[in-house]
């Protein structure tokens, strides 16, 4: 029944965002040296062995490590993400100052490259001349090979300084997203666009094509009402996985055109070894997965009319 798939699909999220917690706490465990020593030591601080003890237990690292994840285990599930060491304020301040951006620029990646992919693929599809074809089919190869870092520093060195298309120099809040969207975008449209173009090759070779041809369909209607369907359902569960890459994975982009987003908060965490924060971002990050990933096995039944009635069943 619909109602066990959803509870089936409930619990599998849940048991994601346990794995991924319990993980990410034992790396981060396993990390050499103590953060609050080495940020409190400091002989300039003037601290003693007291208030060094003092400051451990403020932060609970002087407690076991079970205890620890018991504590923050429990923490996160009341939405409380603990205190940053380095900053001295809560976690979730400075995740609602970087989130937004890092949220903003992942979503328009995303759909920039579900385009992208999509134009390649169709284009792949109706294109009829071989050697232009084979040019379509072979460039997601190389826009997954593109360094990303070095992608960014071309197009701010051609769209903006050369051609002067796009400012990075106090842009606009829209404007100085164009250029970090396509660097994002580009490799990301690899994977999609060569996924689409495999399943559209299958669905037009399928039986329904070939009746909807035989009734006089025209090559593009066959392509978009009956191949598309079909052959989208593979790519929005790639889409799902790759927009919790996104969020995990800003770090270059937003290096390169200096936004301040959770790429950079993780940055500076890693520097000063900020568990709170780091122990934050991969829970946000699995959890935004964990969600796009639902909503599109959600999804399916309701796309698929099969899926449906096999779920329904």
């Known amino acids: 029944m619909m109602n ?4 089936r699909r409930i619990g ?16 981060l465990q396993l990390m050499p040296g103590d953060a609050v020593l080495i940020k409190f030591l400091n002989p300039d601080l003037g601290l003693g062995p007291e208030q060094i003890a003092e400051i451990q237990a403020a932060y609970g690292t002087d407690q076991p490590a079970w205890r620890q994840y018991l504590h923050t285990l429990g923490q996160f599930l009341t939405g409380n993400f603990g205190y940053s060491l380095q900053a001295g304020v809560p ?6 100052t970087n989130l937004p951006p890092t949220l903003r620029l992942a979503a328009l990646g995303l759909a920039v490259a579900l385009l992208l992919a999509l134009a390649l693929a169709l284009a792949a599809s109706v294109v009829r001349v071989q050697s232009v074809r ?6 997601p190869s190389l826009f997954v090979s593109i360094p990303v870092f070095w992608l960014g520093i071309m ?13 990075v120099i106090n842009p606009g809040p829209w404007q100085g997203l164009i250029l970090p969207t396509l660097t994002l975008a580009v490799p990301i449209s690899a994977p999609l666009a060569q996924i689409l173009m495999r ?3 299958a669905a037009m070779a399928q039986p329904y094509v070939a009746v909807a041809r035989a009734k006089g369909a025209s090559q593009l209607h066959v392509l ?11 790519v929005l569960t790639m889409a799902g996985v790759l927009f919790g890459e996104l969020l995990a994975g800003a770090v270059v982009t937003e290096a390169v055109f200096g936004l301040n987003g959770l790429g950079s908060l993780t940055q500076q965490a890693v520097g000063n070894q900020d568990t709170a924060v780091l122990q934050a971002v991969v829970m946000v990050s699995a959890t935004a997965f964990v969600m796009i990933n639902l909503m599109v096995d959600l999804l399916y039944p309701w796309l698929d009319p099969r899926l449906r009635n096999a779920v329904g069943g």
């Open 12 to 27: 599998q999220a849940l048991l994601v965002l346990w794995a991924a917690f319990t993980t990410s706490f034992v790396l």
């Open 91 to 96: 976690v979730s301040e400075g995740l609602i």
């Open 155 to 167: 197009l701010i060195q051609w769209v903006s300084f050369r051609l002067g298309w796009v400012p």
């Open 224 to 234: 978009l009402r009956h191949a598309a369907p079909n052959a989208l359902l593979p």
């Open 134 to 139: 084979a040019l379509l089919q072979s460039l």
């Open 199 to 201: 399943n559209l090759d």
């Open 4 to 7: 066990t798939y959803l509870l």
